[in-house]
C-alpha cells in the first residue's frame, strides 16, 4: 500500500484465540480462532471501517487493538511505537473505545459527570474548577448539556447514553478511537445524528477512527477505507468507493448485493446473491480459504492453498484465488 | 427522604405491636407454667405467685398491662430469677453478646468478602477452589462442632488461645470464629457469584479502557455493584450475631443475652421472653430500616418513595 500519510497505526499479523472449555468433565480445550492473522494500517485523521457478519471477529479486533484483549500473536504499532508489550496506560490517553451497547456500558453507579471525570483524574489532566468546565464542555460537544452530569445513567434514553459514552471516550483527549458498532444498538433515527456527530467530532478535533459495523450503507458513508472480515480473517481491504463499486472477493460481492434499494424498480433488476449455509464454526475453520464451503466459485486449489492477503490493484487488497493468475 | 423516614417509623411501630401480640398469646399458649417445673407447691402459695405476677386476671387484661408498660419501656420483674428486673438482664447481658458479635461481624466482613472477590478474579483457578470448599464446609458444618473443634485444637492442643471466658480480646477469637464461620462462607458465596457477574458487564471493560489500575477497576466499579446481596444479608446477620447466640455462648460460657431467649421459653418466664423478643425485633427492624437506606447509597437507581 502507498501512503503519504504518516500511518498513526499498523496492525501487522494479529491473532487472537480464545481457549474454550468444552465441559464439566472434560479437560480437552479447544481454540477459538477469532481473529487470525489480519493486517492493516490506518493513516492519521482517517476512517477505516471494519464490517463482516456477527461472530467474524471484527470487535475482538478492535478490542484486540487497544489491549483490551492480549493478542496471542502480532505486531501493534501507535504512532511508530510499538505496543504489543508495553504498560497500556499512557496509551490510554490516546487510543480510545466507544463501546457497542449504551445501556451496559456505563457503570450504573456512577454519575454521568463522574464517568466523563474520572479518565481526567486517573491521567492527571484536570482537577477542581477545570475538571469541571471540561465535563460541561464535553457534554456540550455531543449535545448534551451541563445539568446532565450530576444525574445518573438510567436517567438517560439509549441516544444519550450513548452520548455520555463518547464523551467519556473524549475526556482524554484521544488521537485514535474504536468506535465498535457505536449506533447499533440505537432507534435508526438517532444512527444518523450519532454519525453526523462522529464525523463533525473527527473534523474538528483531527481525530482517526477505526469504525466498526454491520450496516454497510453506515460504514461506506463513515470510511474512506472499508475492511471485510470473514471467519477471523481479513478477505477484502480498499477504498470505501472502490469497493462498493468494484467488489473483488466474492464475499463481499455477496454482502453488497444484501443492501436494499430504496427504488422498487433498480431494486427488483439488482441480482442478489444468495449464500448457501452457514458460517462455518471457528473452532474448526475450514482448511484453505476459509469462504470456500458457501463460495459459488470455490476451485479444487481453495481446499488446499490459503490465499494470501495480497494487492489486486493500486491499494485494494484481497485475499482470493480467483485473482491469482 | 424525611417523609418516607416517618411512614418507615409508623410501619416499624405497627411491625413491632404485631410481633409482641402474636409473642404473647403464643407464649401463654404453651402448657405449664412458671411456677410447674418446682416441687408440687401448696395451692395457697401457687395462688400467691399467680396474683403477684398478675397471671390470676383475665388474659386480655394482662395484654393490656403488658402493653402499657411495654410503652414505658418497663418490661417488668422476671419470674424466674427472683425479682430481677428484665431490663437488668439485657442491660447486663448484651454487652456480652455485643462484643461478641461485632467482633464475629468484623472477621464476616473482612474474611468473606475478600475471600469472594479472589474467587471470582481466580475463577475455576486453584485459589477458586480451595476457596469455595472451605466455604461449602462453612455452611455444612453447624458452628458448636467448628466451636468444640477450635477448642481443642487451637486451645487445648496448641494452647494458642484461651478455651472460655470473654475476658480480653484473645478470648473471644475462638468463639468469633465459630459464631462467623457460617456467615463468612455465605458472604463469601454471595460476593462471588455477583461478582463474576459484574466482571463479565460491559461497563468493566469501559472502566479499563480509561486507563484505570486493575485494584481501581475491582474496588471502585466491580465490588460497588457487587455488594447488595452481601448488604442485603447483613441486616438480620447483624440483628442476630449481636443479640447472641445461645450454643456458643453455652460452649464458651459467656454470659451473653442468647441463653435467654431460650431458658426463659422453658422457664416459662413470660416477661423475660417478652423483653427479649421485643429487644431483637427492635434491632431486626433497626437493621432492616440501615439496609433500606444503604440502598439508596450503593445504588442511586433505588429512591426511597413516600
Same mark, same amino acid.
Given at each position: ?69 492480549? /493478542? ?95 464523551? *467519556? ?58 475492511? #471485510? ?66 463460495? /459459488? ?29 | ?40 407447691? /401448696? ?85 477458586? *477452589? ?11 458444618? /453447624? ?103 445461645? #450454643? ?59
Amino acid at each position: 500500500m502507498s501512503s503519504k500519510h504518516i500511518n498513526i497505526l499498523e496492525v501487522k499479523n494479529l491473532t487472537k484465540y480464545f481457549s474454550v472449555n468444552k465441559g464439566l468433565f472434560s479437560n480437552q480445550n479447544s481454540v477459538v480462532k477469532a481473529v487470525d492473522d489480519v493486517s492493516f494500517s490506518i493513516a492519521k485523521g482517517e476512517t477505516l471501517g471494519l464490517v463482516g457478519e456477527s461472530g467474524c471477529g471484527k470487535t475482538t479486533a478492535g478490542r484486540t487493538v487497544l489491549r483490551l484483549h492480549e /493478542p496471542t500473536k502480532g505486531q501493534i504499532i501507535f504512532d511508530g511505537t510499538d505496543i504489543t508489550k508495553v504498560r497500556m496506560k499512557p496509551y490510554r490517553k490516546k487510543m480510545q473505545m466507544i463501546f457497542q451497547d449504551p445501556y451496559a456500558s456505563l457503570n450504573p453507579r456512577m454519575t454521568v459527570g463522574d464517568i466523563i471525570g474520572e479518565p481526567m483524574d486517573i491521567h492527571k489532566l484536570a482537577k477542581g474548577k477545570e475538571r469541571k468546565d471540561r465535563i460541561y464542555h464535553l457534554l456540550e460537544l455531543v449535545g448534551l448539556n451541563k445539568e446532565h452530569a450530576n444525574r445518573y445513567p438510567h436517567e438517560f434514553s439509549g441516544g444519550q447514553r450513548q452520548r455520555v459514552g463518547i464523551a *467519556r471516550a473524549l475526556a482524554v483527549q484521544p488521537e485514535f478511537i474504536v468506535c465498535d458498532e457505536p449506533i447499533s444498538a440505537l432507534d435508526v433515527s438517532i444512527q444518523a445524528q450519532i454519525v453526523n456527530m462522529l464525523e463533525d467530532l473527527q473534523n474538528s478535533l483531527g481525530l482517526t477512527y477505526l469504525f466498526i459495523a454491520h450496516d454497510l450503507s453506515m460504514v461506506k458513508h463513515i470510511s474512506n477505507r472499508v475492511g #471485510v472480515m470473514y471467519l477471523g480473517k481479513l478477505v477484502e481491504l480498499a477504498k470505501s468507493d472502490e469497493l462498493y463499486d468494484k467488489p473483488a472477493h466474492p464475499y463481499t460481492q455477496a454482502l453488497l448485493s444484501a443492501i436494499p434499494i430504496a427504488d422498487p424498480k433498480a431494486s427488483k433488476e439488482k441480482k442478489r446473491i444468495i449464500l448457501e449455509g452457514d458460517v462455518p464454526s471457528p473452532i474448526d475453520p475450514p482448511s484453505g480459504c476459509r469462504f470456500r464451503t458457501r463460495c /459459488p466459485y470455490a476451485t479444487k486449489i481453495c481446499a488446499e492453498i490459503e490465499p494470501e492477503f495480497k494487492e489486486i490493484s493500486p491499494s485494494h487488497m484481497c485475499a482470493c484465488h480467483l485473482y491469482n493468475k | 427522604m424525611f417523609g418516607y423516614m416517618i411512614k418507615r417509623f409508623a410501619y416499624s411501630i405497627f411491625t413491632l405491636f404485631v410481633i409482641i401480640t402474636i409473642t404473647f398469646f403464643l407464649m401463654h399458649a404453651i402448657p405449664g407454667n412458671v411456677y410447674n417445673s418446682e416441687k408440687n407447691l /401448696p395451692p395457697a402459695i401457687v395462688e400467691n405467685i399467680r396474683a403477684k405476677y398478675g397471671l390470676d386476671k383475665p388474659l386480655s387484661e394482662q395484654y393490656f398491662t403488658m402493653l402499657k408498660n411495654t410503652l414505658k419501656l418497663d418490661f417488668g420483674i422476671s419470674m424466674k430469677n427472683r425479682g430481677r428486673p428484665v431490663n437488668d438482664i439485657i442491660t447486663e447481658h448484651f454487652p456480652h453478646s455485643a462484643r461478641l458479635g461485632i467482633f464475629s461481624i468484623t472477621l464476616c466482613l473482612f474474611i468473606g468478602i475478600p475471600l469472594g472477590i479472589l474467587s471470582a478474579l481466580k475463577k475455576d483457578k486453584w485459589q477458586d *477452589r480451595l476457596a469455595m470448599i472451605i466455604a461449602t464446609l462453612g455452611v455444612s458444618v /453447624p458452628g458448636f462442632v467448628v466451636a468444640v473443634l477450635t477448642q481443642y485444637l487451637l486451645g487445648v492442643k496448641l494452647k494458642w488461645f484461651p478455651v472460655i471466658g470473654d475476658k480480653t480480646i484473645y478470648h473471644l477469637i475462638l468463639p468469633a470464629i465459630a459464631l462467623s464461620f457460617l456467615p463468612i462462607s455465605f458472604i463469601a458465596r454471595l460476593v462471588r457469584s455477583s461478582m463474576v457477574e459484574v466482571l463479565e458487564q460491559d461497563y468493566i471493560r469501559t472502566a479499563r479502557a480509561k486507563g484505570l489500575s486493575e485494584r481501581v477497576v475491582i474496588y471502585k466499579h466491580a465490588l460497588k455493584n457487587s455488594i447488595m446481596p452481601v448488604v442485603t444479608y447483613l441486616g438480620p446477620l447483624i440483628a442476630g450475631v449481636l443479640t447472641g447466640s445461645f #450454643v456458643i455462648e453455652s460452649i464458651f460460657n459467656i454470659p451473653g443475652l442468647g441463653r435467654y431467649f431460650v431458658t426463659s421459653i422453658s422457664n416459662r418466664d413470660y416477661t423475660v421472653t417478652m423483653g427479649v423478643t421485643i429487644f431483637y425485633a427492635v434491632f431486626l427492624v433497626l437493621m432492616n430500616f440501615a439496609v433500606d437506606v444503604l440502598y439508596t447509597v450503593l445504588d442511586p437507581r433505588i429512591k426511597l418513595k413516600n
